[in-house]
């Protein structure tokens, strides 16, 4: 079946180095991806998104890399700060196939050493 | 501060009792969606309503009910629920089916 999973369920960084969280998916007629993110307590929160017409994207200190040939996503956190300290989570739509509905991935938690 | 809000932000029950979890969003969106988050588990979609109508249920159990009063309320009731229903139930809101959605804080979930 299609599924979005995490390579690696934990991730631990010096603060200021800069973090790559990977995920992979498996339904290549996915075409939108966002990166979640979840403090503790607290809802997942929106941190950048990318269609499939596109290979990169950047934010304020995140870029997100999508390699469909792989099929492939990634979230690059520049400069990691402890605030950065979360779950991420990838999610993948497929709007004609799914409804738009979204199907997330495990997780994978974040922690930043001072 | 995502505009979208759950009340209560905790709840413990027994498997015997009534409740409801209320979901309300402060931004426009014509969509809402129940998620269930369990530990260890990817985030699972339950329902899902698109201007008020139901467009989508994950196979949910029937002792959760959802209701969709209006574009801007979602409701979750809950009814003889067992104990490995215990989890965060979290509310998200997006503007139409297909954009980004939107997430409450969740209502943990207790069921004795």
């Known amino acids: 079946g299609e599924n979005v999973g995490l390579h690696l369920p934990t991730l631990s960084v010096q603060e200021g180095d800069n973090s790559i969280i990977n995920c992979a998916y498996s339904?290549?007629?996915?075409?939108?991806f966002i990166w979640y993110k979840q403090e503790s307590g607290k809802g997942p929160q929106f941190i950048i998104d990318?269609?499939?017409?596109?290979d990169k994207r950047q934010g304020q200190r995140v870029t997100v890399l999508l390699n469909k040939t792989v099929k492939h996503l990634s979230l690059q956190i520049a400069a990691t700060q402890p605030g950065d300290s979360a779950v991420y989570f990838c999610?993948?739509?497929?709007?004609?196939?799914?409804?738009?509905?979204?199907?997330f991935g495990k997780g994978t938690k974040l922690s930043v050493k001072p | 501060e995502t505009g979208v809000t759950q009340t209560p932000r905790h709840l413990v029950m027994g498997m015997t009792n009534k409740k409801s979890l209320k979901c309300e969003q402060h931004?426009?969106?014509?969509?809402m969606y129940w998620y269930k988050q369990s530990a260890k588990k990817p985030l699972e979609l339950m329902f899902v309503?698109?201007?008020?109508?139901?467009?989508e249920n994950n196979s949910v159990p029937s002792r959760f009910s959802p209701e969709c009063p209006n574009s801007s309320h979602l409701f979750l009731h809950l009814h003889t629920l067992q104990p490995e229903d215990s989890a965060l139930y979290l509310c998200?809101?997006?503007?139409?089916?297909?954009?980004?959605?939107?997430f409450g804080p969740g209502t943990r979930l207790t069921v004795l």
């Open positions: 990318i269609r499939s017409n596109m």
């Open positions: 309503y698109n201007f008020k109508e139901q467009t």
């Open positions: 339904n290549s007629a996915s075409d939108y």
């Open positions: 931004l426009g969106h014509n969509a």
């Open positions: 999610a993948e739509m497929n709007y004609g196939g799914s409804q738009g509905n979204l199907i």
């Open positions: 998200a809101s997006s503007q139409d089916i297909g954009n980004e959605q939107f």
